[in-house]
């Protein structure tokens, strides 16, 4: 299965971008989405994740209440909204599927599938 990540952009501190993620087969085969994000010199670090079935979402502590992380069954896609935008939220983004259930949700090791990366720069 591929995962197709998009909407990454340029936009002004304060601004909000939608990221996209779609799958290349029905996505009820994933137990859960993420989203991650590596800044330069930095490694890969959570960012939101949802539960395909129950739409449980769980975010790391500095996007709660800043990004949303949601899915769209019919579409096969799972979206990022990124409000409220900072510098430091400037990064590549990367969604990623995992297909057991159960299990954490925050780390690279616990995903299966990766998207290619979309890059989010946020101008102070």
């Known amino acids: 299965v591929q995962l197709q990540a998009s909407g990454g952009g340029l936009v002004q501190a304060g601004g909000s971008l939608r990221l996209s993620c779609a799958a290349s087969?029905?996505?009820?085969?994933?137990?859960?989405m993420g989203w991650f994000r590596q800044a330069p010199g930095k490694e890969r670090e959570f960012v939101a994740a949802?539960?395909?079935?129950?739409?449980?979402?769980y975010y790391e502590d500095s996007v709660q209440g800043r990004f949303t992380v949601s899915r769209d069954n019919a579409q096969n896609t799972v979206y990022l909204l990124m409000d409220s935008l900072k510098s430091e939220d400037t990064a590549v983004y990367y969604c990623?599927?995992?297909?057991?259930?159960?299990?954490?949700?925050?780390?690279?090791?616990?995903?299966?599938?990766w998207g290619q990366g979309t890059q989010v720069t946020v101008s102070s």
């Open positions: 087969e029905r996505t009820f085969t994933f137990y859960r």
């Open positions: 990623a599927g995992r297909r057991l259930s159960g299990g954490g949700y925050s780390m690279v090791e616990q995903y299966n599938y």
């Open positions: 949802i539960n395909w079935i129950d739409g449980r979402t």
